[in-house]
């Protein structure tokens, strides 16, 4: 599967989205769907070599066929991104503990509950979106450009990359965690039974979309765009995006 079609540049997005409503092995499945129809791993044929390509990318989470970074002797920069997501992905887990524990509880909320959430969304805002930024200010825009330099890109009008579809995983970020956080909050204040509980449905089912695409785009980044940094930006990309982080 495509993650950016070659001929027009544009983004082919999954097959299917997740739906507000489901329960249980509905959320199985649709997690899984999610995780093997957007994925950015790659696996192309270049001058005779299996090599990866972040335009045509095999199954998700496919350690087989992922880059792998040398972490050892990685640049501080990258070094210090990869550090940043082991500490995030703890925070997936606990975030995603209790979610799981809510939804079992038939969505009784309590002070429990309210603690595990608050914190998540705290950290979400306190630590996930800067480092989202960080990655955006200087390294996307040049790793952009070396990504174009190298041929890793759309044949369309516009030019698109590994890095637009990173950036548009941040804006999701966005959309999810505030639509979540804003459900959690109008569930907690209606009054009617039937009301409220489809609320917290809702918003338990963007918050797991939420928790899913994070997970997604650090493997993501951590075993192909981190990678690739490496072979492709210069000595002399990574002390200008060094001295602007």
Known sequence: MKIIDPETGERVFPKRQ??????????KKINKELR?????????????????????????????TA?????EHANHFIQNLVDEHKEVKEELKLFDEALIRFKETHYAFNSEVADAFNKFYTYFDNHILPHNEKEEHYYFRILHKRLIESGEHGN?????????????DHIKFIQLGSLSFNLFGL??????PESRFLTWDLAYNTARELVELLRLHIFREDETL??????LLTEEDFRIINENA
């Open 156 to 168: 369309g009008s516009e030019e698109r990359t590994a890095i637009d579809v990173m950036e548009d």
């Open 226 to 231: 981190f990678p690739l940094s490496q072979q």
């Open 187 to 192: 569930a907690h204040r209606l009054r009617d």
């Open 18 to 27: 997740p739906k507000t409503g489901a329960f249980g092995e509905d959320m």
């Open 67 to 71: 880059i792998g970074l040398d972490y």
């Open 36 to 64: 093997d129809d957007d994925p950015i791993m790659v696996n192309a044929q270049k001058e005779g070599e299996s090599e990866m390509s972040p335009m045509d990318p095999p199954e998700a989470y496919d350690k087989s």
